[in-house]
């Protein structure tokens, strides 16, 4: 089955460190989204790529997130430096960039900042 | 205001009854809607999509959708406790990729 994979499933790492997310969209898909889910927020759109062009990074605080897709296969979501309100759990989706865009998440990375 | 709100939760339904859910959106130009469900501790899945007025079923499942109220339901009938989960609510806006999610609602289904 064709899915979306992200890694690390789990981060843990003290406040002021680097921390990179990683994503592998399916294999066709050419866009490609970051969501950040918390209890509070729900899921925020935070950056979305179409063919490796960013079209919108406005839900991303810039001074220390940063999005690439350095190529058709990998996505990369960063955070320099890291802070406590970063603890969230970290969604990549991929769709196909039709009309009617249909996402398909990845599992989901679980950041812990202490 | 929200781009897309859903009926407050947590809901609560026997095993058997139907869960009616709701979602409203702002943006009137807004062309597809989404139902995504998602098991605690999981991704969200797909379980119906919807982009003209009037009902669509798949399933135990019935989405709808009236345009000119910006308003989208979900029915879930002969509800089961495996669809007790969180569903979100997400539309995309016209001319683009974007989507956009409701809050989420909660739903019990007790056996």
């Known amino acids: 089955d064709a899915r979306v994979t992200q890694t690390p499933r789990h981060k843990v790492t003290e406040m002021g460190q680097e921390v990179t997310m990683r994503c592998q969209p399916i294999?066709?898909?050419?866009?490609v989204f970051w969501y950040r889910q918390t209890m509070m927020q729900g899921l925020e759109l935070l950056a979305y790529f179409r063919n490796r062009a960013p079209l919108d990074d406005s839900g991303m605080p810039k001074d220390r997130f940063s999005a690439e897709m350095p190529d058709a296969t990998l996505a990369t979501l960063k955070i320099q430096p890291s802070e406590p309100r970063d603890s969230a759990v970290y969604f990549c989706a991929s769709g196909t960039g039709t009309a009617n865009e249909k996402l398909f998440f990845g599992s989901g990375t679980q950041l812990s900042v202490l | 205001q929200k781009e897309v709100e859903q009926n407050s939760g947590p809901l609560s339904v026997p095993e058997g009854a139907i869960a009616s859910l709701n979602c409203t959106y702002s943006d009137r130009g807004s062309q597809s809607f989404f139902w995504y469900r998602q098991y605690s501790g999981k991704s969200p899945e797909l379980i119906m999509s919807?982009?003209?007025?009037g009902d669509k079923e798949d399933g135990r499942f019935t989405a709808q959708l009236n345009k000119a109220s910006q308003y989208v339901s979900l029915l879930i009938r002969d509800s089961q406790p495996s669809d007790s989960a969180t569903y979100l609510c997400?539309?995309?806006?016209?001319?683009?990729?974007?989507?956009?999610f409701g809050a989420g609602t909660t739903v019990t289904v007790r056996a």
């Open positions: 997400a539309v995309t806006p016209e001319n683009d990729y974007k989507l956009s």
């Open positions: 919807i982009y003209s007025n």
């Open positions: 294999l066709g898909h050419n866009t």
